[in-house]
């Protein structure tokens, strides 16, 4: 379609609900309602199908955006909307003919940004809704008030201010310009009935034309108010830029505040340790001014004192000589008290195993009187009950009673103990049956794999390899 003027195409904004559009509006109250102004009754904690509409001067469909927006309890659109309807509507494909060729249309099969396809929905003329002749009708009522293309009458001009109510009979008979002549043949009646047809029609005009006036004005006040919206958005747009980035500035602030803190704490840290390392040079370089000195101080005195240092060195070998003398006697002594606390300790440990032997005869005797019966368990064995008796003789070789309560020999239990808490091949590692019973144990057998397992004697059993 095209249009005379860019200007001439008028903006607005459609709510679908179950039955057809439920509210319309003009983008500029739209835009009123994403900035949070007012909200919409009717829409609150819902999803809802809208429009966005091109209109031409003829009530006719440019172009349709269908998009998808919520709204919160209170009935306000949501803050993290944003859709650039004008954008897709610029870049919109092809839509159905609404009888003065094919409109623009973006909805989600058709929408040249992708990532805006979840945010649009789908004329799929579900509940048996014909969407576009829906807007075309709800066009038709003019309930957004748009000026439309119709005949404009030219009026005549008239000088006399003219109200609603026309007094006929204060109409004048002859105008200045008549001439008498021209109403010749017409009586009084007559020139009053046709001047009151003429006042009629004039009054007609003058309401036709006083309603363009308004329709009129009322357009420039929207444009007006549509500029002033828009010029208020952008400030909008710009102030909201502006705090952006001067919170960006900030966090940049920040952040180089943070960095600048950790540099001077690094310098300050440097610095200390260049101090540190300042001190402890003067430190060492006075250390060495002082060992050099000492150093001199010793070769000066070296020569002086060569010939009393090995005097010096002479008496000393001879005090060491007799140092060594001394030593070994005290190494004589020593190995001397070290044989007689052998013996004292000696026979400290005897006197004391007498006496712990003598306490251990108390003590059996009087269990035995008791007549005191002792359980014992071992792996294999069970519980072994023993009377006080054989408790001296089971406390020295336990395992030779689990042996015989099981009916094997002492070594044969102890292999069978030691497969029994470790049931592995003792050759290669590998996990095997373990024999419960002592009784039935084999060894040689049952402590081996397969592949390391005694046939007879020391002949090994070797799987075949596949």
Known sequence: MAFRNSKDIIEAVFFFG???VTKQMRYTEFEAVL???????????REVQAAYLRITPTLDIHSVVLFLIEFDDRGFADQDWNIPLRHLADTAGPGPDMGRGPIRLACRSQCSVSWYQKELWEPTGRDGLNHFKLMQDALRTNKLGIITDEPVYDPPVINEKVTDEVDYDQVPMVSETVEPAALAGYSEDELKAKLG???KDYQSKLSILSQLQKQRLQGLEEQHKEALDQVKRAMRNEAQAYRNRIQELEQQANQNK?????????????EKNYLLMQENNDTQKDRFDELKEEHLELLRNQQ???AGETLKLTELKEMLTEKNFEIDELKDQLRKLNAEN?????QLEKADQEEDTTNVEAIFERLEDLELVFVAYHPGAGHISLPARQLSDYLERPLVFAAQKCGVTLEQYKSWLLHYDNPECEQCGVPVKRVDQPAEYEPGTHNFCTRHRLVSGNVAAFRKSS
């Open 18 to 20: 179950r039955k057809g």
């Open 35 to 45: 900035d949070g102004v007012v909200g919409v009754s009717g829409l609150s904690s």
């Open 197 to 199: 047809e003429q006042a």
């Open 258 to 270: 943070v960095l600048l803190e950790k540099l001077q704490s690094r310098h300050a840290k440097l």
């Open 304 to 306: 002086k004192t060569e």
């Open 342 to 346: 052998l013996d004292v300790k000696d």
